[in-house]
């Protein structure tokens, strides 16, 4: 049976080597010491794991899609639907393809 370690487990065992400074109200430095203490972990323990759980939320959202099965079976098929001509794309299949062999677009 093979072990997932998750990347927050895996980023703390790295070397740290880069340093990131950031400037805080009195407000905001308390909470975060309040709450890294509460959670048992050094202030930058905590912040950094925080800023790095947001940064992986915010790309996911970037990365994934989520979406039924009848969602991603219309979403297949319109992949698989051929283009409407334009006069742009006409032009773009005219040229003369870069890898040597020329494309020719299905037509509906």
Known sequence: M????????RAARA???????VRATERQ?????????ATERTMTDFI?????DQAERVLADRRWFV?????????????DEPLASTAKLDELWSRPSPFGEQFTPATR
């Open 2 to 9: 093979t072990k997932t370690v998750p990347a927050r487990g």
């Open 67 to 79: 979406a039924t099965p009848e969602q991603y079976e219309a979403f297949l098929d319109a992949l």
């Open 15 to 21: 070397a740290k080597s880069q340093r990131i400074e």
């Open 48 to 52: 950094l794991e925080s800023a790095v």
């Open 29 to 37: 430095e308390a909470l975060l010491r309040d709450a890294a203490s």
